[in-house]
T-cell receptor
Framework: GEDVEQSLFLSVREGDSSVINCTYT??????LYWYKQEPGAGLQLLTY?????DMKQDQRLTVLLNIKAKHLSLRIADTQTGDSAIYFC??????????????FGQGTTLQVKP | EPEVTQTPSHQVTQMGQEVILRCVPI?????FYWYRQILGQKVEFLVS????????KSEIFDDQFSVERPDGSNFTLKIRSTKLEDSAMYFC?????????????FGPGTRLTVL
C-alpha cells in the first residue's frame, strides 16, 4: 500500500533555513501537500504541489519535488520561532483523491532555537 | 473564518467503556472524516462519510467503531468497549469537495486516554 516517510526531528537556529524531507512510495501520486500542526491545534494546510511540477515557491516556503526519486522537501527560509511545529507530508493518488482518504507521514517536529 | 471544532479536547476513560467524540464540521461542507494519531506514529485515516453513509473505511475501523451525523451540525465517532490501544489523538475533518485537490479542514483533535 501507499507509504509516506519523514524524519522525526529537526532543530535549527532562528534565521537559518530549515529543510524538511519526505519520501513516498505511490508512483501514481498526483498531489503532494505539507501541513503544519501547532500545539493544541489541528492540521493546517500550508502548501501543495502537483506532480507535474518540480518546484513551487510561496513567500518563505519552497517545495521541491523529485518525482523520479519520490522525494519531496519543504524549505523554510529565515526560520522564525513561530515556525516551531510539527510538519506533515501528505500524498494523494488518484485513488485516494476520489475517496478523500489522505496518506500522511509521521510528522517532523521542527524546533527553532532563538 | 469558519473552523472545525471538536469536543472534548481531552477524554479519559476506563477500558471497556464507550466513548463518543464529537465534531462540528464547517457548516456548508458535505464530506466528513475521522483520523487518529497514536503518540509518535502517523496520522491514520479511519473513515469518510457523505450523504449519511460511510464512503470508505480503513481496516482500523472495525465493528468497535461507528459514525453518525445525528443532526445537521454534529458528526460523531463512537468507540464501543474501548481498549488501551485506542489511546490516541482523534482528528475530525470536513471538506466541500471530494477527489483531486480537496482541502480538508481539520479540527484541533480530541486526546483520548484509555486507562
Amino acid at each position: 500500500g501507499e507509504d509516506v516517510e519523514q524524519s522525526l526531528f529537526l532543530s535549527v537556529r532562528e534565521g537559518d533555513s530549515s529543510v524538511i524531507n519526505c519520501t513516498y512510495t505511490d508512483s501514481s501520486s498526483t498531489y503532494l501537500y505539507w501541513y503544519k500542526q501547532e500545539p493544541g491545534a489541528g492540521l493546517q494546510l500550508l502548501t501543495y504541489i502537483f506532480s507535474n511540477m518540480d518546484m513551487k515557491q510561496d513567500q518563505r516556503l519552497t517545495v521541491l519535488l523529485n518525482i523520479k526519486a519520490k522525494h519531496l522537501s519543504l524549505r523554510i527560509a529565515d526560520t522564525q520561532t513561530g515556525d516551531s511545529a510539527i510538519y506533515f507530508c501528505e500524498e494523494r493518488s488518484k485513488g485516494s483523491g476520489n475517496t478523500g482518504k489522505l496518506i500522511f507521514g509521521q510528522g517532523t517536529t521542527l524546533q527553532v532555537k532563538p | 473564518e469558519p473552523e472545525v471544532t471538536q469536543t472534548p479536547s481531552h477524554q479519559v476513560t476506563q477500558m471497556g467503556q464507550e466513548v463518543i467524540l464529537r465534531c462540528v464540521p464547517i457548516s456548508n461542507h458535505l464530506y466528513f472524516y475521522w483520523y487518529r494519531q497514536i503518540l509518535g506514529q502517523k496520522v491514520e485515516f479511519l473513515v469518510s462519510f457523505y450523504n449519511n453513509e460511510i464512503s470508505e473505511k480503513s481496516e482500523i475501523f472495525d465493528d468497535q467503531f461507528s459514525v453518525e451525523r445525528p443532526d445537521g451540525s454534529n458528526f460523531t465517532l463512537k468507540i464501543r468497549s474501548t481498549k488501551l490501544e485506542d489511546s490516541a489523538m482523534y482528528f475530525c475533518a470536513s471538506s466541500d469537495l471530494r477527489g483531486g485537490y480537496n482541502e480538508q479542514f481539520f479540527g484541533p483533535g480530541t486526546r483520548l486516554t484509555v486507562l
